[in-house]
Nanobody, 113 residues
Framework: QVQLVESGGGLVQPGGSLRLSCAAS????????MGWYRQVSGKQRELVAT???????YYADSVQGRFTISRDNAKNTMSLQMNSLKPEDTAVYYC???????WGKGTLVTVSS
């Protein structure tokens, strides 16, 4: 079993930056693909970015060029650097580990002036 805890959300003005972090614990030897998803109330959860244990990455078109996903396998952490934030990036952001299916509880990002 893998446990995930997100941190780093908050309120930021349009054009600003935030950095989200995800700490993994438990059966971490099973971790291969990790990712960030986001969800707006009343809408489906959507994929933001993924990263493999060898640091191959994938980004949704909506965040390509603005967000950067990274991980530190030694520290069992994953991060999402979010730049040039837009109001439409407002959502609860979730950390996910693919093999175990584990989800964090989410961290709220609000982009507003």
């Amino acid at each position: 079993q893998v446990q995930l805890v997100e941190s780093g959300g908050g309120l930021v003005q349009p054009g600003g930056s935030l950095r989200l972090s995800c700490a993994a614990s438990g059966s971490i030897f099973t971790i291969y693909v990790m990712g960030w998803y986001r969800q707006v109330s009343g809408k489906q959860r959507e994929l933001v970015a993924t990263i493999t244990s060898s640091s191959s990455t994938y980004y949704a078109d909506s965040v390509q060029g603005r967000f950067t996903i990274s991980r530190d396998n030694a520290k069992n952490t994953m991060s999402l650097q979010m730049n040039s934030l837009k109001p439409e990036d407002t959502a609860v952001y979730y950390c996910h580990e693919a093999r175990s299916g584990a989800w964090g509880k989410g961290t709220l990002v609000t982009v507003s002036s």
